[in-house]
């Protein structure tokens, strides 16, 4: 159905288009019709026309002041022109306002026809662009909470890859460096810090989880996890590290809001905690912090920061290259650990260079902590006596302190080689084994899943390390080795296709000749005859 409005001060003109109209398209078109310009105006507001027939000049307000009106409010109206005065300065107004053709009075009754053919493809395109954004937008509505609970799970169990993180943040277009978890806790009742029911409530919220979102969306610019027995977990971006007073102050007064709006639309009791602001890496910690702010409070809104909890830091203590020295030391990253491990030795040496005792309690503490890392981290056997020369070593250096600081690289560096050495040693031997694996089913149908249940490790993790090892990934290796394997066949063989199609792992000759094709540069017969051509020549 098209909705037609037509506008014109003469009563011939409007039913001389209307009678085209009507023949031509029938019921698909709606007509409405208007004499003036103010008419026109407000018959424009009510009917919303997809197509608009104007004459220029119409007693009051003119049709180019129609027009403009009429656009401001009605974007998508296809406006076509009809008038009896064939002026320049009409036609170029009517040009920069959009309209798709200015006709002069009179027009043939084809030309209306073509006109209006052109309108209704265009308002049919752009209705069908209109349709497959909202099928798109229905979709996306199914697959965002996923990908949502997806990075919320990967971040608070530390599942993840740094390239996970970055792809998860493209894909719910996250832009922020920093965020700070929130926990949403529900039951039938709050009683003191401690919510009833909380099993009967967390299956009715499974239920109502979609009208929980869209509330709390409504308050924050959030990602949201899934039910996770009477909590949800919520991720809020933030522009930068930390939250000031009044900002805080903002935020538990627009939680107390969203928990009375939630009651109230599903009968439920809710409570909303608040953790640190952080990195996104560091969301596990803020959201810990958010579920001790709620067991150290009875309100139905409580931020760690209004909690007597965690540890306070001197103004220009390194907390963030402490942070680092650890973390990279579980990912075994020699280089980034060496290089955190000196700024926080020299920040000790500028700040407190005068007291030793301090200094070495302090190297003697990363130490320990890092090889701590270092036997969790590795296979190495952990022996109660390995550290029996430590506190004389740290003894007779005393105040040497390019001494102590050689010695503290050093016990550093070993922890760091040790977790990667074995991160290699683990990985070459998961690859060596698979290797193997493959090049002795090559022949069969053998999947990613196959190979990974063969070395023991899952598939996501099995194709990451395989494609580090190797520099191809799976399918690109066990291809390769199968076209070799065809090479040899092909040449000193008598085999037929089929036969040597099924003996490289292909139960498809097409397929095989194609990928043959695909990676050697020719098919199998013309490799067979070119490679026998060249013997020939050579003998």
């Known amino acids: 159905m098209y909705k037609i409005m037509l506008a014109d001060d003469e009563g011939i003109v409007i039913d001389s288009l209307s009678f085209i109209i009507e023949k031509e398209f029938g019921i698909s078109c709606q007509i409405e019709s208007a004499k003036t310009g103010r008419n026109v105006i407000e018959l424009a507001e009510r009917f919303r026309p997809d ?80 349709r497959q954004d909202l099928m798109l937008r229905e979709k996306m509505e199914t697959v965002v909470p996923i990908i949502e609970n997806g990075l919320i799970y990967s971040l608070m169990f530390r599942e993840y890859f740094e390239e996970d993180v970055e792809n998860f943040k493209n894909l719910l277009d996250i832009t922020e460096d920093y965020c700070y978890m929130g926990v949403l806790v529900f039951g039938e009742k709050q009683v003191g810090n401690h919510m009833t029911n909380v099993v009967g409530t967390s299956v009715r919220i499974q239920d109502h989880y979609n009208e929980v979102r869209e509330i709390v969306r409504g308050y924050f610019k959030c990602i949201m996890g899934s039910v996770m027995a009477n909590k949800i977990a919520v991720l809020l971006p933030a522009g930068k590290e930390g939250i000031d007073y009044n900002e805080r102050i903002a935020l538990i007064d627009k939680a107390r809001e969203m928990v009375r709006k939630l009651k109230g639309h599903l009968d439920v009791s809710f409570r909303m905690g608040f953790g640190h602001v952080g990195r996104l890496k560091d969301s596990m910690k803020s959201y810990n912090e958010a579920l001790h702010a709620l067991l150290q409070s009875d309100g139905s809104v409580a931020h760690v920061d209004d909690i007597p909890v965690g540890c306070d830091y001197e103004e220009n203590y390194p907390v963030e290259t402490e942070r680092e020295i650890f973390e990279y030391t579980e990912k075994g990253a020699i280089e980034e650990q060496h290089s955190a491990v000196n700024r926080y030795f020299e920040w000790m040496m500028e700040n407190y260079g005068d007291c030793q005792s301090d200094i070495q309690l302090k190297v003697l503490e990363f130490v320990l902590r890092a090889e701590k890392i270092s036997y969790e981290g590795s296979s190495r056997m952990y022996r109660f006596k390995s550290r029996e020369d430590y506190l004389p070593t740290i003894m007779e250096i005393g105040g040497d302190m390019e001494k102590l600081r050689t010695w503290f690289a050093e016990k550093m560096d070993a922890a760091v080689r040790n977790v990667a050495n074995s991160r290699e040693t683990q990985s070459g031997g998961v690859v060596a084994k698979a290797k193997a694996y493959i090049n002795a089913n090559f022949h069969k149908e053998i999947s990613l899943d196959d190979v990974s249940r063969e070395v023991d490790i899952s598939p996501y993790y099995f194709s990451k390390i395989f494609k580090e090892e190797t520099g191809e990934n799976f399918i690109e290796y066990v291809t390769g080795i199968r076209m070799e394997r065809a090479k040899e066949l092909l040449l000193s063989s008598t085999l037929s296709m089929k036969e040597i199609c099924g003996e490289v792992g292909y139960s498809d000759p097409n397929y095989f000749s194609r990928t043959f094709k695909k990676n050697v540069g020719l098919t199998p017969t013309e490799y067979k005859e070119g490679k026998s051509g060249e013997k020939k020549t050579v003998q």
Do not use: C, H, W
Request: no cysteine; charged share 30%.
């Open 51 to 130: 197509i608009a027939f104007m004459d220029i000049q119409m007693p009051g307000i003119n049709g180019i002041e129609a027009m403009k009106e009429i656009r401001e409010n009605n974007a998508n109206t296809i406006f076509i022109v009809m008038s009896a005065y064939d002026k320049f300065d009409y036609a170029k107004e009517a040009i920069n306002l959009g309209v798709l053709e200015y006709l002069n009075k009179p027009v043939e009754k084809n030309k209306i026809v073509e006109v209006l053919k052109r309108a209704m493809a265009m308002i049919d395109k752009e209705r069908e662009k209109r």
